[in-house]
Structure formats: C-alpha cells, structure tokens
C-alpha cells in the first residue's frame, strides 16, 4: 500500500472514531436525562393506586433493559481496540 493510500485509510479511520466517539457521548447524556427523567416519574407515581401501575412497572422494566442493553453495547465498543 502506498503512503498516500495508507494516508487516507488511516485519516478514514480517524475521522470515524471521532464521529462514534461523539455519538456514545451523546447517547450516554441522553441515557443519563432519561433516567433522571425516569426518577421523576417514578416518584410522582409512588403512592398512586390506579389500576396502569402493573402496566407502567412492566413498561418501565422493559424499557431499563433496552437502555441497559444499549449501554453495554457502546461501552463495549469503547473497549474494543
């Protein structure tokens, strides 16, 4: 491969770093408000007895695992080298 080749591949790899490196901090802000956001909500519903709170915790679980999921996946990506 020529200098100028293995130039440009590197600078590709580069630029696509960065790019995926800014969006895992993106998503991590994103996951990081959605969970306070998440409290929030938690909280205004403690106490409440409507007949949606079965439904709400298993929505709320459901979507904790795919925020988890999700965050494994980037940090995991972060680590490969």
Same mark, same amino acid.
């Given at each position: 491969? +020529?200098?100028?080749?293995?130039?440009?591949?590197?600078? +590709? %790899?580069? =630029? #696509?770093?960065? !790019?995926?490196?800014?969006?895992?901090?993106? %998503?991590? =802000? &994103? /996951?990081?408000?959605?969970?306070? /956001?998440? &409290?929030?909500?938690?909280?205004?519903?403690?106490?409440?007895?409507?007949?949606? +709170?079965?439904?709400? !915790?298993? &929505?709320? /679980? &459901?979507?904790?695992?795919?925020?988890?999921?999700?965050? #494994? /996946?980037?940090?995991?990506? %972060?680590?490969?080298?």
């Amino acid at each position: 491969m +020529s200098d100028k080749g293995a130039e440009g591949w590197l600078a +590709s %790899l580069e =630029t #696509n770093v960065h !790019q995926a490196a800014e969006t895992i901090e993106r %998503l991590r =802000t &994103e /996951r990081d408000e959605l969970a306070a /956001r998440v &409290e929030e909500l938690e909280a205004a519903g403690d106490g409440k007895a409507d007949g949606g +709170s079965d439904a709400w !915790q298993k &929505e709320r /679980r &459901e979507i904790r695992k795919r925020v988890e999921k999700l965050t #494994n /996946r980037l940090e995991g990506l %972060l680590k490969e080298d």
